[in-house]
């Protein structure tokens, strides 16, 4: 991935922030409590204190996606992410679509089509990730169900092996539910058609859409049912969502994605003045409830990506979690204000790896 430049930084951590009860953190592994972390501290000891910014648990956009448009400028529209088309234009920038969607008159509309896996359960359905889908996999599949969205005037396009992007006049202004926000739960009052969860959309402009997008997701199930494309994975692609619709805002528009690793775990965002380096290297584990994949790949973080950011002028540093994110920003300080904050954190102590996560 390209280097970072000396403009702004911002350093977005998705699924960085425990979550967890303070009473609870008694149980937290040793490891976690001994883990230092010093790049991040170090960074760290260079802003402002955190401002913690809660995200109400029935939203459809996860707390990474408003802490996105937060560090924009943005006022976050609930489900109107668009990460669909900000991963349509940066992966297709010569695209005879890219220069129409730019305009506001356009009827092109894009989305995130997930594969997954569905476990259904006593009255629930719960959504996991599906396995370890091969681009071949992935490439058959997409050819298989192309023509029940062609159908309905929906394009499908390579992307991630376990992602596609959709792009339909269906998607432009129907709000869905983030797919890391709604995994590992329930996953009905989350499905594409309501305005926050268990709330269906009451706007009659977009009955038609969700009525075909329903549609097709059941279709392509009976499809995966019939003819299963990873039977031997130990969570088979059973079931697709969709999310990242809506419009982006110019401010997102003007970002350029200059850098990414495969599979997108890391990407580096360039716009006008500033930078934003987005990390999802965490986002996985946490799914999978695997703490200590967790803490091994923060650490690795840590040394790997945080450690080459430690001289940067001017870095801002915002860590997500499920239920809200924590933004430290940094300030110029005088000579007594930056020896004043030495004094303070050897009278009182730095804060521990749990402060700083939770």
């Known amino acids: ?11 977005l951590i998705d699924h960085a922030l425990l979550d967890f009860e303070r009473e609870r953190q008694s149980f937290f592994p040793p490891e976690l409590k001994d883990m230092e972390l010093n790049a991040l501290k170090s960074l ?12 109400d648990a029935s939203c459809l956009s996860a707390a990474f996606d408003q802490a996105f448009a937060h560090v924009l400028g943005q006022d976050p529209q609930d489900g109107l992410s668009a990460w669909g088309q900000i991963a349509f234009k940066n992966q297709f920038p ?16 894009f989305a995130l089509l997930h594969l997954c896996h569905w476990q259904v359960g006593a009255g ?3 959504m996991n990730r599906a396995g370890d889908i091969t681009p071949e996999m992935s490439d058959h599949l997409r050819e298989n169900i192309a023509t029940l969205f062609k159908s309905e005037d929906i394009e499908l396009f390579a992307y991630l092996n376990d992602t596609y992007i959709a792009k339909s006049k269906h998607f432009k202004n129907l709000p869905s539910a983030s797919f890391n926000k709604a995994m590992n739960d329930n996953v009905l009052p989350w499905l594409i ?8 959309n009451a706007n009659p402009n977009s009955q038609a859409s969700i009525h075909i997008l329903r549609r097709l997701q059941s279709e392509v199930q009976m499809h995966l049912y019939d003819h299963p494309v990873t039977p031997s994975l130990k969570n088979p692609i059973n079931s697709i969502w969709f999310s990242g619709t809506g419009q982006a805002p110019l401010s997102m528009l003007q970002l350029e994605l200059i850098g990414a690793t495969h599979g997108q775990e890391a990407q580096l965002y360039k716009g006008p003045s500033s930078q934003i380096l987005c990390l999802h290297g965490l986002t996985q584990h946490w799914h999978n409830h695997d703490l200590s994949a967790w803490l091994h790949q923060l650490q690795a973080m840590d040394e790997d990506i945080l450690s ?5 002028p001017k870095v801002r540093i915002v860590l997500c979690g499920q239920h809200g994110f924590k933004d430290w920003q940094m300030t110029e ?4 204000q930056k020896n004043w904050k030495i004094l303070q954190d050897h009278l009182n102590g730095a804060q521990s790896t749990l402060q700083v996560l939770s």
């Not at 760290?44 to 995200?55: D, G």
């Not at 010569?94 to 509309?109: F, K, R, V």
Request: charged share 20%.
């Open 44 to 55: 760290l000891n260079r802003t402002n204190p955190a401002v913690f910014h809660p995200c």
């Open 124 to 126: 629930h359905v719960l």
């Open 1 to 11: 991935m390209q280097e970072v430049g000396h403009e702004d930084l911002t350093i």
């Open 193 to 200: 058609g309501v305005s926050a969860k268990d709330l269906p």
């Open 94 to 109: 010569l695209h005879e679509a890219s220069s129409a969607m730019q305009s506001a008159e356009s009827d092109d509309g």
């Open 333 to 336: 300080r005088n000579w007594l």
């Open 308 to 312: 080459q950011c430690m001289n940067h």
